[in-house]
């Protein structure tokens, strides 16, 4: 069972698809910290200064300044701010795994034509078009083979 296990382990689609994951977790990460670090602020500064990661709903009925303190003293909340933040992050990696998957297929042959079967022969003897299983042809009932 162990060596079944090895082989199943070392086939190249397993360890693609480990690289994969590893690689998109990784760029995962990098596109949250480009949403939250670099695309936000500029977005937040044109909407009048909104920290778009601080925004949210409180549902206790109590106040509170920041999204920290309602969560620190455990009020419940709907935090829509984060909640745009891992919209964007879905929206952007999305669109980055739509460029990479364009990419492959250019870079993939295009399949084979099969060629097309004839659905007509020409006449010997008239030589005139008939269909491909006729006995006789049509135009001047010479016998076809």
Known sequence: MLDDFKKFAM????????????IGVAFGKIVSS?????????IGLLM???DFSSLFVNL??????????AQAAGAPTIN?????????????????????????????????????VPTTKTCPDCVSEVPIFAKRCKYCTSELK
């Open 80 to 116: 829509y701010g984060i909640f745009i933040n891992t919209m964007l992050d879905f929206v952007i990696i999305a669109f980055a795994i739509f460029l990479v998957v364009k990419g492959i297929e250019k870079l993939q042959p295009a399949p084979a034509e099969e060629p097309a």
């Open 60 to 69: 206790s009925g109590e106040s509170y300044e920041s999204l920290a303190q």
């Open 48 to 50: 009048g200064n909104v």
């Open 34 to 42: 480009f949403v939250k670090d670099i695309l936000m602020p500029p």
């Open 11 to 22: 086939r190249g689609n397993v360890v693609d698809m480990a690289v994969g994951i590893v």
